[in-house]
């Protein structure tokens, strides 16, 4: 048996396991833009059982793209670990959660630029979050970063929705919690 094949049977039983842990009136969906209850509770942790197989669960899927990734992509994809950074920074900085919140959940990248007082294509922000965004300089390039890590989502071109982690960037807490890191 190869070692994707162990890798992916391991998985499959985790996962099962994870379901059965977990209430099943209300298992997390991957678009949903609220939070769900038993993982993003912040006063609640989720059960050991759950975290250690969440933790087995996210261990499994590392390995098994880091098998099946070509060497120069995953050492190009690790050396781009800092936009993404970046990019999270400056929507945190910007709060474009909370405004995409106060546009309802769902805006054009227009709108949510205009919302912070920025050009759609250049990002107005200040000069020591300018200089860690290179060449994520645009607005748009922001979000697809994001949406790329399921933090936001592209509905539809140059649209943009909330998932249930870029809820989480909302308001002062988001910005505290980077701030700390």
């Known amino acids: 048996m190869s070692q994707i094949t162990m890798l992916v ?14 209430p099943a009136k209300n298992l997390p969906y991957l ?3 609220q939070p769900y209850e038993e993982l993003d509770n912040p006063e609640a942790l989720p059960s050991h059982k759950a ?3 969440i933790e087995k669960i996210k261990t499994d899927l590392k390995a098994i793209e880091a098998l099946v990734t070509p060497n120069h992509f995953k050492l190009f994809e690790l050396g781009n670990l800092q936009f993404k950074v970046a990019a999270l920074n400056a929507a945190v900085t910007l709060d474009l959660a909370g405004e995409l919140s106060k546009l309802g959940g769902q805006a054009s990248l227009h709108e949510l630029a205009e919302k912070v007082n920025a050009n759609e294509h250049k990002l107005g922000i200040v000069p020591w979050v300018a200089s860690w965004l290179c060449d994520l300089d645009v607005t748009g390039r922001i979000l697809r970063t994001l949406a790329a890590e399921y933090i936001f989502q592209e509905v539809s071109p140059d649209v943009f929705k909330h998932t249930r982690h870029s809820t989480a960037l909302a308001g002062f807490g988001a910005r505290s919690f ?4």
Request: proline fraction near 4%; aromatic fraction near 12%; glycine fraction near 4%.
């Open 9 to 22: 049977d391991g998985l499959k039983s985790n996962l099962c396991e994870l379901e059965a842990e977990l």
């Open 178 to 181: 980077l701030t700390f890191m």
């Open 31 to 33: 678009w949903d833009p």
């Open 51 to 53: 975290f250690s197989l």
